[in-house]
């Protein structure tokens, strides 16, 4: 008979993280089961010798404050993204296969905008768009009764853009979904209220962590001591007499009253509940979408854009995706070597190819565009989160009508079984919304106990 715990949660992500310290010190028997041999799930650095690449979360926003006191408890140095934040605008485009300089897009006959927009970069036009009409004033506001949760298409078509401007304002590159069609506006607008609210008075706009993401992670565990099972991929969940009996792919069998569910949705698929347990929040939600990505880094040999002139980051709607320099933390002047992020429909078609020839498609992609680039570089590292059994992509979208419903279903069915991860929060994003969400999940725990 396999150990009783009053809580098993799945996944040692920031999420699971917080959910399972919460929970820890209100002395609930908790046991943690991750897929992984790390903790930290979408946090991911790899050191090198000159300095951590990130892969996964990086950007401490200015009022991510819990993340930020909890890398004070955790002695963690935050450092200022400002500077490395103003290199990053520095981007030129590649638009039908041909490389522009930024200053060129104003008046490149592709851009039909009016005067207010001609100016403005397709990667930051729809972001410009959302800041000025927004029509919800907070992330909680977009989570109430009655509001429209349409496509992104029709939200732009009803504010008088046609879609030859929809192709530039939500059509390259994107980073939730793969056209104006398939996402939710009002997740898109929930995401534009909390960037809205990190807006600081201050000229700081963010910060990273000097040490390096994963370091949080592991403190973490060290810190509060938490009871974390690494390499146990959990794939069936069954309930019987009143507790829920979790199965791994290694074998092992575990036993709790409650369960906590913080893996990415899309990969409950991987999961196999039994009819008990088969809720429609565990039914809908693994039918929602992680958000397909890719990404290549590679060193460069020579400094390839003092040769053609152009920005050593460009922004494109072809197989490289988004490719810009990563800089050293302390001295943004450095560059240490190269990203190229491909999201959104790009990312789609390479997700069916291997993971070796989709970094083939990319590369010449690149050679065929830039070609200084040739001879110049060496790939380093691969990120295929898509092709990851554990993310199956970067982070969840939702199609239109998916991100209301969500919400509601997550308030109005209640069982022993708990979500929790960023893609339940309510007032956060990204890594604050995933502390948010373990903080939220614990509290809604315990108050099903007492
Ligand atoms: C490339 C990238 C860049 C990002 N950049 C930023 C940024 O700059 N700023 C920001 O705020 N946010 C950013 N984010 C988002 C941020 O990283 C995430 O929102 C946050 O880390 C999510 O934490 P989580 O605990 O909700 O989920 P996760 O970190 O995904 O944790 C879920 C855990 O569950 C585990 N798991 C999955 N399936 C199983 C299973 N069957 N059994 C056991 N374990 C399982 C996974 O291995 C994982 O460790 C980025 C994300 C990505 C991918």
């Known amino acids: 008979m396999p150990e009783v715990f009053d809580v098993i949660i799945i996944g040692a992500g920031l999420s699971g993280l917080t959910t399972t310290k919460y929970l820890k010190d209100a002395n609930i028997s908790t046991l943690t089961l991750e897929a992984s041999d790390v903790p930290g799930g979408r946090l ?19 009022h991510y404050h819990r993340f930020q006191n909890l890398a004070k408890e955790l002695n963690l140095t935050t450092i200022d993204v400002t500077p490395l934040i103003s290199f990053f605008k520095k981007q030129d485009l590649v638009i039908n296969k041909q490389l522009i300089h930024q200053d060129d897009w104003e008046n490149h006959k592709e851009n039909t905008l009016d005067k207010d927009l001609k100016s403005i970069l397709p990667w930051n036009l729809h972001r410009i768009i959302l800041e000025k009409y927004n029509p919800y004033n907070s992330p909680e506001a977009c989570l109430t009764e009655g509001t429209n949760d349409q496509s992104m298409r029709d939200w732009l078509q009803s504010l008088g853009f046609d879609s030859q401007q929809i192709k530039y304002i939500y059509g390259m590159n994107l980073s939730y979904g793969t056209d104006a069609d398939s996402i939710s506006s009002l997740q898109l607008m929930h995401r534009a ?11 700081v706009i963010g910060f990273t962590l000097l040490e390096g ?25 069954v309930k019987e007499k009143g507790l829920f009996s979790v199965s791994c792919e290694n074998g092992n069998e575990f036993s709790a009253e409650r369960l906590v569910l913080t893996c990415a949705p899309s990969t409950l698929k991987n999961i196999t509940f039994d009819d008990y347990s088969k809720e429609q929040r565990i039914q809908f939600a693994s039918e929602l979408q992680s958000q397909p990505m890719f990404q290549i880094h590679f060193k460069h040999k020579k400094n390839f854009w003092e040769q053609d002139g152009f920005s050593p980051a460009i922004f494109s709607n072809e197989y490289l995706g988004m490719c810009y320099p990563v800089r050293n933390k302390v001295d943004p002047e450095e560059i240490i070597g190269f990203t190229a992020w491909v999201m959104g429909k790009k990312a789609l078609d390479l997700i069916k190819l291997s993971q070796k020839d989709a970094c083939s498609v990319i590369i010449n992609n690149l050679q065929e565009i830039r070609p ?6 060496e790939l380093t590292h691969l990120n295929a989160w898509s092709h990851e059994k ?9 199609k239109p009508n998916q ?4 919400h509601k279903l997550l308030q109005s069915e209640k069982s022993n079984i708990f979500f929790s991860g960023e893609h339940t929060s309510i007032s956060s994003r990204g890594i604050e919304g995933a502390i948010e969400s373990g903080e939220k999940t614990a509290r809604e725990l315990l108050n099903s106990i007492h």
Do not use: C
């Open 44 to 62: 991911r650095s790899i050191e090198n010798k000159d300095n951590s690449f990130e892969f996964g979360g990086t950007y401490i926003g200015h």
């Open 193 to 203: 209220s909390f960037s809205k609210r990190q807006k600081s008075e201050s000229k």
């Open 390 to 398: 554990d993310f199956l992509g970067g982070w969840t979208y939702f």
């Open 403 to 406: 991100f209301l419903m969500w």
């Open 372 to 377: 200084s680039i040739k001879n110049a570089i």
């Open 213 to 237: 993401m994963n370091e949080l992670a592991n403190r973490y565990i060290n810190h509060f001591n938490l009871n974390i099972l690494f390499k146990n991929r959990v794939n069936k969940i």
